[in-house]
Structures are given as structure tokens and as C-alpha cells.
Nanobody, 116 residues
Framework: QVQLVESGGGLVQAGGSLRLSCAAS????????MGWYRQAPGKQREFVAS???????NYADSVKGRATISRDNANNPMYLQMNSLKPEDTAVYYC??????????WGQGTQVTVSS
């Protein structure tokens, strides 16, 4: 089974930027979708962004225009570039992988804290 490892979280001031990475334990050549969810304290996990293996992207309204999700090929990590960060972006960010006919795979999460 593929394992996912996130990195790039940290503490940043409001208005700043972060780039989150999600690396898979092996290359993925089949059609798939990868993306990010986040969960703030006391709140439900919410969708942030996704990208298919064919490059189609989707964003939550809350990050649209401030976030860019990308991936180069089966061997490279997936990235989430977030700009103009707001305190309400503070959350644990989880990457995920959807492969056909398999349960969703989740990473362990990376903390993003935006100070005002």
C-alpha cells in the first residue's frame, strides 16, 4: 500500500506563504487523484484542493485565488502553494490519494499555524 508523507508546515505570519509537499512511498502510474484536506481545532475536516493525474484541479472557495496545487509526474511530490495566508487557514493539513477501487490513503498531517 502507498504511504503518504506531508512536509512544509509551520508557523507563518498573516499575509505570508507556505508550500506543502506530499510525497508518496512509490511511483504512481495509474489514473488517480491527489489532494488536501484540513482540520482546524473543533471543526470537521474540510476539502482544500485536488489534482488528477491528468492535471485537472479543483479548489475550495475559501482558498481559491490563494492556493495552487501541482504535481509534475508519477515520481515527484504533490505541492500546495498557499499565499496570502490568513489566521483562519490555521489547521492540520492532510494529503490524500484516491486510486480506483481502493480505499482513500491519508498522510499523517502537517500543522500550519498563521499568526495575526
Amino acid at each position: 500500500q502507498v504511504q503518504l508523507v506531508e512536509s512544509g508546515g509551520g508557523l507563518v505570519q498573516a499575509g505570508g506563504s507556505l508550500r506543502l509537499s506530499c510525497a508518496a512511498s512509490r511511483s504512481i502510474f495509474s489514473i488517480n487523484t491527489m489532494g488536501w484536506y484540513r482540520q482546524a481545532p473543533g471543526k470537521q475536516r474540510e476539502f482544500v484542493a485536488s489534482i488528477t493525474s491528468r492535471g485537472m484541479t479543483n479548489y475550495a472557495d475559501s482558498v481559491k485565488g490563494r492556493a495552487t496545487i501541482s504535481r509534475d509526474n508519477a515520481n515527484n511530490p504533490m505541492y500546495l502553494q498557499m499565499n496570502s495566508l490568513k489566521p483562519e487557514d490555521t489547521a492540520v493539513y492532510y494529503c490524500y490519494l484516491d486510486l480506483s477501487r481502493l480505499p482513500r490513503t491519508w498522510g499523517q498531517g502537517t500543522q500550519v499555524t498563521v499568526s495575526s
